[in-house]
């Protein structure tokens, strides 16, 4: 059983920043999953932002590269999302997910959190 909570979405103007945080409640190893988030515009396909395993080896979209740093506490069962040097076409709902290869695939997602950059 995994249930994320994501928080820190809002409105903000363009060149601003952002933190979002996923609270994640997990029944069994932390460790096992790679936690990650993704996002969602309007009228497209959700598509990955960033992704971090528990050993800290993170992974970014090319379009994010140098402005969003994804990070986790593995303590508190937390990843974090800070998001710099925003652009208008950040404007997403943005979801976090954790995804597990332990005992076959499985992925669980948040409930997500707009954010919305205004120009």
């Known amino acids: 059983q995994v249930q994320l909570v994501e928080s820190g979405g809002g409105l903000v103007q363009a060149g601003g920043s952002l933190r979002l945080s996923c609270a994640a409640s997990?029944?069994?190893?932390?460790?096992?999953?790679?936690m990650g988030w993704y996002r969602q515009a309007p009228g497209k396909q959700r598509e990955l932002v960033a992704t971090?395993?528990?050993?800290?080896?993170?992974n970014y979209a090319d379009s994010v590269e140098g402005r969003f740093t994804i990070s986790r506490d593995n303590a508190k069962k937390t990843v974090y999302l800070q998001m710099n040097s925003l652009k208008p076409e950040d404007t997403a709902v943005y979801y976090c997910?954790?995804?597990?290869?332990?005992?076959?695939?499985?992925?669980?997602w948040g409930q997500g959190t707009q954010v919305t950059v205004s120009s």
């Open positions: 997910n954790a995804h597990t290869s332990f005992g076959g695939n499985y992925d669980y």
């Open positions: 997990i029944r069994g190893m932390y460790s096992f999953y790679v």
């Open positions: 971090i395993t528990y050993g800290g080896s993170t």
